[in-house]
């Protein structure tokens, strides 16, 4: 047997030419579809951009078996309905923006399998924000992760693409079971295919502000700054809304009048959030010098401070001194006859045991390292302090914006008001439909369900103009930090969830995977299966589901309705007659 299967397969080899890979039928399946179906499979690949404009980032979801490629997928866009974003109990976002459910096909040869991963990419000048999740209901996005995307950024999110049992393998395994228990193991499995459904949000920045500071469409188009400015304000301070937008009320006034108005506003926000910054900052230098000052005292009581003549200064003359309570020469005198009061025989002790203190005391500061007695070189206590000085005002600096960073992510958000939402497409359904379709018209093939979840992620970020792009991990306290301000700045774009989000994007996926036990040569020789006509069956049930047509209608050619009717008899039945196309219509 084995002899004439390596027989059958040089065979095989020396008719095509070549021995075919995974990778090679997944290219003979995108250019197969294009000729069979209509509409045919595009690639994910969707540039961000608002009608009119240029783009302001792209969203990818890309393939790595040996080759990146975007992947394709059966793509549809339905009609707008309002969609709910939970960003807490008391804030959920409404989005009114454009919707579309794409279908991706996916097979699998034997163990390997390829490798996903979700690409959004920002140009310069340029910022949206991304969330990803999975649909909860017919109008409910569960938010995972969010991250806002900016200048450049590149954020690569890897996916694991999990398969669930048949729907034949899930019936032979339960059939046995109770009753109860058939009931329990059904109802699990409708939860994980509606939780299937992966959804990826855009909502894009700069349009939702200038709705928000009701000013006109595209006037902040080359504001830069102030859109920066901005952001910064929400995210960081938690400023409301209301005391940046536009307060004028009169008729007739210019885009630019209204730009200016929203910059006075910011510019006073700014400028009360500046003198916060200096109150503080002042009174942390006030404390950490009062805190010198004693640390000072202390370590000059205890140390030596040559003047200029051949007699040493001890105590606290040396610690005024150092200080510069004794600038004058008189003070300085003063000083020294403070301690060279006695016999000279107790001067030569007092320096004597100074001597042998410095050589065996360990300073408490690498900085304030005293000199030796026969160096004979002064200390200025203006150069000790400005040192003291300097390395407290780096630390209050760094100190201050823990702080600042600490207490705009405690802020509580407000109250929101639920809005109704219209019923739109119910994407939770398409997963039921899905598996009723495999096990009614495919039962001989393992088309499996498949869930989608995030896994690691990266990101490549440029921090100036001048350095290059520098590619870092993110741990799961980064994601946890993005996915604050990503949401605090939605929270600011919707008033709390009041302000619906109109310049946004839903894109739902739904997966399913075309398992084969044996590589692409094997299949078709030892197994005696073609894996074209098999893809094609599947294709054509996802691609029926997806669209909400029957199947004869997705081929545009009728010599290959004919062909495939022999094969598929019952997917490719009339309208009337196909339960599945009617389910997926109802959807």
């Known amino acids: 047997m084995n002899y004439v299967e390596s027989m059958l397969e040089t065979q095989l080899v020396n008719a095509i030419g070549k021995r075919l890979t995974p990778n090679d039928l997944d290219k003979f399946v995108k250019y197969h579809n294009a000729r069979l179906l209509s509409p045919i499979p595009q690639p994910f690949s969707h540039a961000i951009r608002c009608p009119g404009h240029n783009p302001v980032g792209l969203l990818t979801i890309e393939s790595d078996d040996g080759e990146i490629e975007c992947i394709h997928t059966h793509s549809r866009e339905v009609l707008k309905s309002s969609l709910k974003v939970p960003l807490s109990a008391a804030t959920v976002l409404e989005l009114t923006g454009n919707q579309y459910l794409h279908g991706y096909m996916n097979h699998r040869f034997g163990t390997t399998s390829k490798r996903h991963q979700l690409v959004a990419r920002a140009r ?12 909860t209901n017919a109008s409910t996005l569960d938010p995972k992760d ?44 409708k939860m994980q295919l509606s939780s299937s459904i992966f959804g990826v949000c855009i909502v894009q920045i700069k349009p939702q502000l200038e709705a928000l500071l009701g000013l006109p469409a595209d006037a902040l188009d080359k504001e830069m700054k102030l859109t920066q400015d901005l952001m910064e304000l929400f995210v960081e301070y938690q400023v409301p809304s209301d ?8 008729e007739h006034v210019t885009t630019q009048d209204k730009v200016f108005n929203v910059k006075d506003n910011v510019k006073s926000v700014l400028d009360v959030v500046n003198e916060g910054k200096e109150k503080q900052l002042k009174s942390e230098q006030a404390k950490t010098e009062m805190a010198m000052e004693g640390m000072l ?38 000083a020294s006859q403070e301690i060279l009061i006695g016999s000279p025989m107790e001067t030569r002790a007092k320096m004597a045991a100074s001597q042998a203190n410095l050589s065996a005391r ?18 200025s206590g203006d150069m000790l302090c400005s040192t003291f000085a300097s390395d407290g005002m780096q630390s209050i600096h760094h100190n201050q914006e823990g702080r600042e960073r600490s207490s705009s992510s405690s802020v509580p958000r407000s109250q929101s008001v639920l809005l109704p939402s219209a019923r739109g497409v119910d994407f939770t359904l398409i997963p039921q439909i899905l598996d009723e379709a495999i096990e009614k018209c495919a039962q001989s093939t393992a088309l499996r369900s ?138």
């Open 124 to 135: 310069q000048f340029s910022s949206f924000i991304m969330i990803v999740g999975n649909m």
């Open 297 to 334: 005292q202390g370590f000059a009581a205890n140390h030596v401070v040559p003047l200029t003549g051949e007699t040493p200064i001890f105590g606290a003359a040396a610690s005024r001194i150092i200080l510069g309570k004794a600038s004058s020469p008189m003070h300085k005198v003063a």
């Open 450 to 587: 498949t869930t989608i979840k995030t896994g690691n992620w990266r990101r490549s970020r440029q921090e100036n103009l001048l350095t290059n792009p520098k590619q870092m991990q993110l741990s799961k306290d980064d994601t946890k930090k993005e996915r604050n301000k990503a949401f605090d700045l939605l929270d600011a774009l919707s008033r709390s969830g009041c302000f619906p989000i109109a310049y946004s994007d839903l894109h739902v996926i739904v997966a399913v995977t075309h398992c084969f036990d044996k590589d692409v040569m094997s299949t078709v020789v030892c197994d005696n299966v073609n894996p074209i006509e098999k893809l094609e069956c599947s294709t054509l049930i996802l691609a029926s589901a997806v669209h909400g047509v029957p199947a004869r209608k997705l081929i545009g050619d009728a010599n290959e309705v004919q062909r495939l009717a022999g094969l598929l008899p019952l997917l490719l039945q009339p309208a009337e007659n196909n339960d599945v196309t009617n389910a997926a219509q109802e959807g």
């Open 243 to 250: 005391m940046l937008s536009y307060s004028g009320f009169l």
């Open 362 to 379: 360990s300073y408490p500061y690498a900085r304030c390292t005293a000199p030796p007695i026969h160096a004979r070189s002064s200390i």
């Open 146 to 189: 969010a991250v806002i995307v900016r200048n450049k950024d590149e954020v690569i999110i890897s996916l694991l693409l999990d398969e669930l049992p048949t729907a034949k393998e899930f019936k032979d395994a339960v059939k046995s079971l109770s009753p109860e228990q058939q009931r329990f193991a059904r109802a699990y499995r």
